[in-house]
């Protein structure tokens, strides 16, 4: 049985900002991200990460819609 998730994580898509292929699969809490933003003004996303079609290091941005 599978358990009941605990807190205001979030699942979200990586997709490349290059290539625009969809990679990863991550979670986030989202009330951590809004406090960041109102203290600091800035975002944990877009992440560095690696894509495979474009063979390199890329910016990988958020994505509601997962596959």
Same mark, same amino acid.
């Given at each position: 049985m599978a358990k009941k998730k605990k807190g205001p994580r979030q699942a979200t898509g990586l997709k490349c900002k290059v290539c625009s292929n969809f990679? %990863?699969?991550?979670? %986030?809490?989202?009330?951590?991200?809004q406090l960041k933003k109102q203290t600091t003004g800035e975002s944990t996303f877009p992440l560095m990460? %690696?894509?495979?079609?474009?063979?390199? !290091?890329?910016?990988?941005?958020? !994505?509601?819609?997962?596959?």
């Amino acid at each position: 049985m599978a358990k009941k998730k605990k807190g205001p994580r979030q699942a979200t898509g990586l997709k490349c900002k290059v290539c625009s292929n969809f990679n %990863y699969i991550t979670e %986030y809490n989202k009330m951590n991200e809004q406090l960041k933003k109102q203290t600091t003004g800035e975002s944990t996303f877009p992440l560095m990460k %690696y894509c495979k079609r474009c063979r390199k !290091s890329t910016e990988h941005v958020m !994505s509601k819609k997962l596959k």
